[in-house]
């Protein structure tokens, strides 16, 4: 079982900037893949970022070039900057986590995911 706890949220006006960290219990936590998802009221669960094992990063194109996401395997930790933040960005900011488990019969690759509790951020106006 992996525990992922998120911090860093909080009030920010627009434009303004957060940096959301997602710490891990995983002492492996180079194996596992990272993601950030956004939530806003009354709407699904979105990607917002994710980066691989090896580093490799995706970002949702409405945060392209403000966002960053990155991690310190060292320290068993995630984060996602964000930057010129908008109000429509409103939501509460999840951590997801995934590390491939096995090969199913199919021969295609199957996932443990692991979600943290959520960090509200609200920009306004």
């Known amino acids: 079982q992996v525990q992922l706890v998120e911090s860093g949220g909080g009030l920010v006006q627009a434009g303004g900037s957060l940096r959301l960290s997602c710490a891990s219990s995983?002492?492996?936590?180079?194996?596992?893949?990272i993601g950030w998802y956004r939530q806003a009221p009354g709407k699904q669960r979105e990607l917002v970022a994710r980066?691989?094992?090896?580093?490799?990063?995706n970002y949702a194109d409405s945060v392209k070039g403000r966002f960053t996401i990155s991690r310190d395997d060292a320290k068993s930790t995630g984060y996602l900057q964000m930057n010129s933040l908008k109000p429509e960005e409103t939501g509460v900011y999840y951590c997801?986590?995934?590390?491939?488990?096995?090969?199913?019969?199919?021969?295609?690759?199957?996932?443990?995911?692991?979600w943290g509790q959520g960090t509200q951020v609200t920009v306004s106006l």
């Open positions: 997801h986590a995934s590390i491939v488990a096995g090969v199913g019969t199919d021969g295609v690759p199957f996932e443990y995911e692991y």
């Open positions: 995983r002492s492996t936590f180079s194996s596992l893949a």
């Open positions: 980066i691989s094992t090896g580093g490799s990063t």
